[in-house]
């Protein structure tokens, strides 16, 4: 069983718990009694850095276990962060939905949920608590459950971030995407992390950018460790930036933030060439 397997089984599991205390129906209202949140695609699209609530991984283990998540999410805003992603997977990554929905109350930046996101329950948790879009990982889907939260995704009145790993998944989500009705960009990203052997390789992004369909927000994801990295992925096709592990460890996390915005705001993005969807 890979890593990946692993997770997804767990949240599947974590799911059914959940919904044993809280059916969907009620969850379900809950979500839509939620005020609005801000938009997410229309905040990335002049580029920009999700800056991330990540308390731990399974490649480097405990990163800032006790962290106030609040505190760290007006950090990133405080330096320019155009939104905030939490982590809320717990057993490997430490997270939790108190910290989405504490981070959602602290910042007024769209807030995205990342998770192994399996069910449409996990769509109206992250509504529920605030988050203004949720990841959904196509290498975990296939393309009719894809498809089915693309829906539920709308239903519930939150956006997503559709994260690819290759070309198959890339090509795979660009055929779904293209059959749901949009009116505005798509927000895709593309992760540097194998999921499979959690190693990082930033030329990845390199080699598929030019694979991802025209008129979608562009977010490359991992393998950042400073400005450098930033303007390497601009350069090759990056809307937004996606910074977890390396603004957790920075003593100073506005300070690192606005270094790594900055970055963005002198690289501008070359555009990919791609099939349009």
């Known amino acids: 069983m890979t890593f990946l397997d692993r997770v997804c089984a767990e949240a599947i599991e974590r799911v059914a718990a959940a919904e044993r205390i809280e059916p969907l129906d009620a969850l379900r209202d809950r979500a839509w009694a939620t005020p609005s949140p801000p938009a997410f695609a229309a905040a990335l699209a002049d580029g920009g850095i999700i800056a991330e609530v990540k308390r731990a991984s399974p490649s480097r283990g405990v990163i800032a276990e006790n962290r106030d998540a609040a505190m760290q999410a007006r950090a990133y805003v405080d330096g320019g962060a155009a939104a905030v992603s ?34 449409g329950y996990q769509l109206f948790e992250a509504r529920a608590a605030g988050a203004a879009a949720a990841l959904l990982l196509v290498g975990a889907l296939d393309d009719a459950r894809l498809a089915e939260l693309l829906d539920t995704a709308r239903d519930a009145g ?18 779904v995407l293209a059959g749901v009705e949009r009116d505005h960009p798509w927000v895709v990203g593309v992760n540097a992390r194998d999921l499979t052997r959690l190693s990082v390789d930033r030329n990845r992004f390199a080699a598929l950018a030019g694979m991802l369909p025209e008129n979608v927000v562009v977010v490359a994801e991992s ?35 606005r270094t790594l915005v900055e ?15």
């Open 86 to 119: 939490v982590l809320t997977e717990p057993a490997h990554f430490g997270g939790s939905l108190d910290d989405l929905a504490a981070v959602a109350g602290a910042v007024d930046a769209p807030v995205l949920r990342k998770d192994f996101i399996l069910t």
């Open 158 to 175: 939150i956006d997503v971030l559709i994260e690819t790993h290759d070309a198959e998944e890339i090509a795979r989500a660009s055929v």
């Open 223 to 257: 393998g950042v460790s400073g400005p450098d990295d930033v303007e390497d992925y601009r350069r090759v096709g990056a809307d937004a930036v996606l910074v977890g592990e390396h603004l957790m460890v920075a003593d100073d996390p506005m300070t690192a933030t």
């Open 263 to 277: 970055a963005v705001r002198r690289s501008p993005a070359i555009a990919t060439l791609s099939h349009p969807i």
